[in-house]
């Protein structure tokens, strides 16, 4: 039985919502308050999360980057449920990392629809990732630089398919140790700065300046290009 979980503070709605998800076969569990949603989110681990943006006690668009930035988290399909109609305010949420934006008044049997649509069968993740004429293929472990062959040891490739496959995200030396290293505690955020540099000598053009891995002063690192694509073979 797939979870929902829904984050919205009108207790008729929030009522409404639940007793029609679960008609539906599905298990819904949630709370009427944002404060603790992200938390909430890692402790029910759900497999979709319907998010109201106004919430007296938080910001949604808030929340929402907390569970994209959130390496436990990303994976899981948002859904925006709100009464902010403007064109600026969808593009806000589907910037953000929403998968749907639905505005109220809406119809319950819309959102079902909109929930169930989220629950298609996928297109398997694609085998190689090109970001800058890097090119990584996931299947045969291989990475390659403008054509050339590139040797990286094992924690290098997962750090960078880590990065490419989610560029534009900024993530904390602990998100990524939890991400790369998993539960391989006698690593320290040191480690992640030491791979992070050899993984830069290798891929940067100029090491000292790098273009694809930034670091973010105070948090952590990203991964930026100016075009990266991921294509299926």
């Given at each position: 039985?797939?979870?929902?979980?829904?984050?919205?503070?009108?207790?008729?709605?929030?009522?409404?919502?639940?007793?029609?998800?679960?008609?539906?076969?599905?298990?819904?569990?949630?709370?009427?308050?944002?404060?603790?949603?992200?938390?909430?989110?890692?402790?029910?681990?759900?497999?979709?999360?319907?998010?109201?943006i106004m919430l007296p006690d938080s910001d949604g668009l808030e929340i929402c980057r907390g569970i994209r930035s959130n390496p436990d988290l990303a994976h899981i399909?948002?859904?925006?449920?709100?009464?902010?109609?403007?064109?600026?305010?969808?593009?806000?949420?589907?910037?953000?990392?929403?998968?749907?934006?639905?505005?109220?008044?809406?119809?319950?049997?819309?959102?079902?629809?909109?929930?169930?649509?989220?629950?298609?069968?996928?297109?398997?993740?694609?085998?190689?990732?090109?970001?800058?004429?890097?090119?990584?293929?996931?299947?045969?472990?291989?990475?390659?630089?403008?054509?050339?062959?590139?040797?990286?040891?094992?924690?290098?490739?997962?750090?960078?398919?880590?990065?490419?496959?989610?560029?534009?995200?900024?993530?904390?030396?602990?998100?990524?140790?939890?991400?790369?290293?998993?539960?391989?505690?006698?690593?320290?955020?040191?480690?992640?700065?030491?791979?992070?540099?050899?993984?830069?000598?290798?891929?940067e053009g100029d090491p000292a300046n790098p273009l694809l891995i930034r670091s973010v002063r105070g948090f952590g690192y990203i991964f930026e290009a100016s075009a990266?694509?991921?294509?299926?073979?």
């Amino acid at each position: 039985m797939r979870t929902i979980l829904l984050i919205e503070d009108d207790s008729d709605l929030f009522t409404l919502l639940k007793y029609n998800i679960e008609k539906e076969g599905f298990r819904l569990v949630g709370s009427q308050t944002g404060r603790g949603a992200v938390d909430l989110c890692r402790r029910e681990k759900p497999d979709l999360i319907v998010l109201d943006i106004m919430l007296p006690d938080s910001d949604g668009l808030e929340i929402c980057r907390g569970i994209r930035s959130n390496p436990d988290l990303a994976h899981i399909p948002v859904i925006f449920l709100t009464a902010r109609a403007s064109e600026t305010d969808r593009i806000l949420g589907l910037e953000l990392g929403a998968n749907d934006y639905i505005v109220k008044p809406f119809s319950v049997r819309e959102l079902i629809a909109r929930i169930r649509n989220q629950f298609r069968p996928q297109s398997p993740p694609a085998r190689v990732l090109r970001a800058d004429g890097l090119e990584l293929d996931r299947t045969s472990m291989r990475v390659t630089l403008h054509g050339k062959p590139l040797t990286l040891t094992a924690t290098e490739f997962r750090l960078l398919e880590f990065f490419m496959s989610r560029p534009g995200t900024v993530f904390s030396r602990e998100q990524l140790l939890d991400s790369v290293w998993g539960m391989d505690r006698a690593v320290t955020d040191r480690t992640v700065d030491v791979h992070v540099l050899r993984l830069r000598q290798k891929v940067e053009g100029d090491p000292a300046n790098p273009l694809l891995i930034r670091s973010v002063r105070g948090f952590g690192y990203i991964f930026e290009a100016s075009a990266t694509a991921e294509v299926q073979h």
